[in-house]
């Protein structure tokens, strides 16, 4: 399974952006996604998942009611919107396969992509 994500960027506190993960496999729409994100100098940690349905959703407390995390099987996307970003939001997102909050739940990582927000 390959995993792409993209979308970061620069941008300032309060802009909006939407990260964006490309999957490889036709059978991603088996698949549950997550998106987590390492900090410089932090550990990675857990944004939002979302099962293969899309049904259901999990969402750190961090994350919720800013971001919400969404997908497109026909498309094998997931995405992140972010909104009301903060600076404390600065950090290398990356999106994966599997379900939970913790990152040894998940087995395939893409790349990552680079959210830098300027206060």
């Known amino acids: 399974v390959q995993l792409q994500a993209s979308g970061g960027g620069l941008v300032q506190a309060g802009d909006s952006l939407r990260l964006s993960c490309a999957a490889s496999?036709?059978?991603?729409?088996?698949?549950?996604m997550g998106w987590f994100r390492q900090a410089p100098g932090k550990e990675r940690r857990f944004v939002a998942a979302i099962t293969w349905s899309g049904s259901n959703t999990l969402y750190a407390d961090s994350a919720k009611g800013r971001f919400t995390i969404s997908r497109d099987n026909a498309k094998n996307m997931v995405y992140l919107q972010m909104t009301s970003l903060k600076p404390e939001d600065t950090a290398v997102y990356y999106c994966?396969?599997?379900?939970?909050?913790?990152?040894?739940?998940?087995?395939?990582w893409g790349q990552g992509t680079l959210v830098t927000v300027s206060s």
């Open positions: 496999e036709r059978t991603f729409s088996s698949y549950n």
């Open positions: 994966a396969r599997g379900w939970g909050t913790r990152d040894t739940s998940y087995d395939y």
